[in-house]
């Protein structure tokens, strides 16, 4: 068809058909009824007009009406039809008159009454009856005239019209509603859902009432399934590698370029580790290609099971893969995932009753230090992957030798702190706080030290980070606490009874959800206000509301609270008002400081800010005689130092405390 018209067209179009059809047989209607109407009067005023001649016949007396007035009276009052009746004899002379205004009556416009059919009722408004009486053998004539009401006859006529004219015009409303209904439920609005589905593929409609627009939309919802299914499959197809359902090295190029991109512009890190599989070759030549394919398989899902859902992982080569790491917070996190991947790809496969146990090499190169684009970085994690290749395979490298070198310590860290605890191999020493007025010992800080069997005595400096970095740190303070508690045991009943000691928690410990509930379980059946716990401003850099909860907890269970290096933070002032310390200590780099008026202006103002806040102080790192006396003129209740002693293991820690005594 050349033309199309919408529905609104149409369905109007319908709708002016149907007026006409229904307005139509309306008047056909309206045209009966009328007729019946008339022929219903007609019947009517001809039976009236006849009664009343056979009464007259029968009633009337010659000359005289009187005895039947009463009944015309009735007669002319109950019957509407019947507006008035006269009764004249031969001379003209009226009988009777029922009412006595009779307008515009003219007898020549009378019809007999056997003449009513000929005539139309509405146009005829009077009739005449024509009596013969015998008053002995003398005939006697008179006429009678019935006028009809042509006023009660149009009020007839015009209250049918009037209720034709109503239901037609409500006919035609409900008409008009319920097209208007049908087209724009039932047709219009599914078709536009379907228009939108088709053009926009949103959301997919439900199921609609009409048959065939029903049809279409299943139709439609089928097409579209097919054409999401065969676009997957396609881009499966040009992004993936047939064999192992990995990305393929075009796919990873891409993703590798669009991430270099957008980590440049957030300043961030990616790790590229090239992994190539160490003995695959002796498999696929000795085993068939086959077999091959089949190892190739099994170590590409035992790597997808080691990365997470936002790692990138691909095939470049034979036997070649990819993993890409696009967010990265620390190296040893890049180590994790290696451990997880070297542990995943050594699960030994069993193929055709044959065992065989897959190692890889493996390189890593970051961006942006060892590349800023995707050669660069794939070329270098490659030589990496050499480099561990060279050094024995089953292993990995990182692309920069001074990375590489610090990963590796690291990692050998890391496996000597977990031994270490293992093995006992842990000691906490403890250094005196001195009550500068009375030059005794009131009080320690436990300070964790590492006695390794070969390496000697390691100091905290050189594993604190690192065990803070991989959450060891935790582990590693349940046991400063218990052995704290353990010494704080042993003292009680001795002269060191009243020595408080002092344990450092790290932001790490301090945010572990089980932290009070160890606490208070390792320190039950001890006095609690023996041990005083040390925090950095650093614990309140992220919420300061949680650490207030977790302080006051702190505090209900009896313990003391230490502010360490006080002032070398942003807002140390800030905290002495929120968090209901009990010590502040002065930071080493204030003492260190005391030789200039500076660095002595500060202390001084420390230590009267504490006095003004009722808080004990301590100077940190005290080692000359200066110092100290410096401390005396200001009025510093305690010190911690070299002057007096370094961190010292318990039993000698016990002896100073005994030569002290007898001082
Ligand atoms: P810190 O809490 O500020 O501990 C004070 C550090 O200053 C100790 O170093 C101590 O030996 C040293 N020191 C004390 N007086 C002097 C002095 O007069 N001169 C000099 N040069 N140094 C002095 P250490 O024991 O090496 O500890 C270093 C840091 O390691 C500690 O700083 C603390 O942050 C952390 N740490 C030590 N033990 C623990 C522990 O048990 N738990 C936790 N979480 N951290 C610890
Ligand atoms: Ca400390
Ligand atoms: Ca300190």
């Not at 439900?206 to 097919?226: C, G, P």
């Not at 500068?436 to 594993?463: D, N």
């Not at 320190?523 to 650093?538: C, F, M």
Request: aromatic share 10%; net charge negative.
């Amino acid at each position: 068809m050349k033309y199309s018209i919408s529905i609104k067209v149409f369905s109007i179009s319908i709708v002016f058909l149907l007026l006409i059809a229904l307005s139509f047989v309306f008047f056909n209607f309206h045209t009966t009824s009328k007729k019946n109407i008339e022929e219903l009067l007609e019947s009517h005023i001809q039976t009236s007009v006849l009664n009343l001649k056979h009464y007259l016949d029968k009633n009337v007396k010659v000359d005289n009406v009187s005895d039947i007035v009463s009944h015309l009276d009735t007669i002319t009052s109950v019957n509407s039809i019947i507006a008035n009746i006269k009764i004249d004899n031969e001379k003209h002379e009226t009988l009777y008159l029922h009412s006595r205004t009779l307008k515009n009556f003219d007898k020549k416009e009378c019809v007999p009454i056997f003449e009513i059919s000929q005539t139309n009722v509405f146009s005829n408004s009077c009739y005449t009856i024509h009596t013969k009486l015998y008053r002995g053998l003398t005939p006697f004539y008179y006429t009678t005239y019935i006028i009809i009401s042509q006023k009660y006859l149009n009020s007839l006529l015009h209250n049918q019209t009037q209720k034709l004219f109503l239901e037609y015009f409500a006919t035609i409303f409900i008409l008009l509603f319920l097209t208007w209904l049908t087209f724009s439920q039932i047709i219009k609005n599914p078709l536009e859902r379907l228009r939108q589905f088709a053009y926009y593929e949103s959301k997919i409609p439900h199921r609609f009432f009409i048959q065939e627009i029903e049809s279409i939309r299943h139709s439609l919802e089928m097409t579209f399934k097919r054409l999401h299914q065969e676009q997957k499959e396609l881009y499966n197809l040009s992004t993936r590698d047939q064999l192992s359902g990995l990305y393929n090295k075009r796919t990873l190029i891409e993703k590798i370029e669009w991430l270099c991109i957008e980590k440049k512009r957030t300043k961030e890190n990616f790790a590229i580790i090239f992994l190539d599989l160490d003995n695959f070759k002796t498999v696929n030549d000795s085993m068939g290609h086959n077999i091959g394919d089949k190892v190739l398989q099994e170590t590409s899902q035992l790597l997808v099971n080691a990365i997470s859902k936002n790692d990138i992982a691909a095939r470049i080569g034979g036997d070649e893969f990819v993993i890409v790491l696009p967010n990265i917070e620390s190296d040893m996190q890049i180590i994790e995932i290696l451990d997880k991947v070297k542990k995943n790809i050594q699960y030994p496969l069993i193929l055709q009753s044959v065992k065989y146990t897959i190692t890889a090499s493996v390189g890593v190169a970051l961006f942006p230090k060892d590349g800023k684009d995707v050669n660069e970085l794939l070329k270098n994690a490659d030589i990496a992957m050499y480099k561990s290749k060279e050094l024995g395979k089953n292993n990995y490298h990182f692309f920069t030798e001074s990375l590489n070198n610090e990963i590796q310590y690291k990692v050998t860290m890391q496996n000597m702190l977990i031994e270490a605890l293992e093995h006992n191999f842990f000691e906490l020493h403890y250094q005196p706080k001195i009550d500068i007025r009375t030059q005794k010992v009131y009080a320690c800080e436990a300070l964790i030290r590492l006695r390794h069997p070969k390496k000697g005595l390691i100091s905290p400096h050189e594993f604190i980070s690192i065990a803070e970095e991989n959450n060891f740190i935790i582990e590693l303070g349940y046991w400063i606490i218990k052995e704290s508690v353990r010494q704080v045991k042993s003292w009680i009943h001795t002269p060191f009874e009243h020595i408080k000691i002092s344990i450092n928690l790290s932001v790490k410990q301090f945010e572990d959800p089980n932290l009070i509930k160890k606490l208070s379980e390792f320190t039950q059946d001890i006095n609690r206000a023996s041990l005083d716990i040390e925090l950095t401003e650093s614990v309140f850099v992220n919420s300061i509301e949680h650490q207030q909860e977790i302080i006051h907890q702190i505090k209900t269970l009896g313990f003391s609270l230490s502010l360490d290096d006080f002032g070398t933070g942003y807002s140390s002032l800030s905290y002495l008002k929120n968090i209901p310390f009990n010590t502040i200590k002065i930071d080493k780099a204030f003492i260190d400081d005391l030789g200039t008026s500076n660095g002595q202006a500060f202390v001084k103002m420390i230590v009267k800010i504490a006095k003004i806040l009722n808080l004990e102080v301590v100077a940190e790192g005290v080692e000359t005689i200066e110092q100290e006396e410096y401390l005396t003129s200001i009025e510093c209740d305690t010190y911690q130092g070299y002057l007096c002693s370094k961190p010292l293991p318990s039993k000698e820690f016990e002896v100073l405390l005994q030569t002290q005594e007898y001082l």
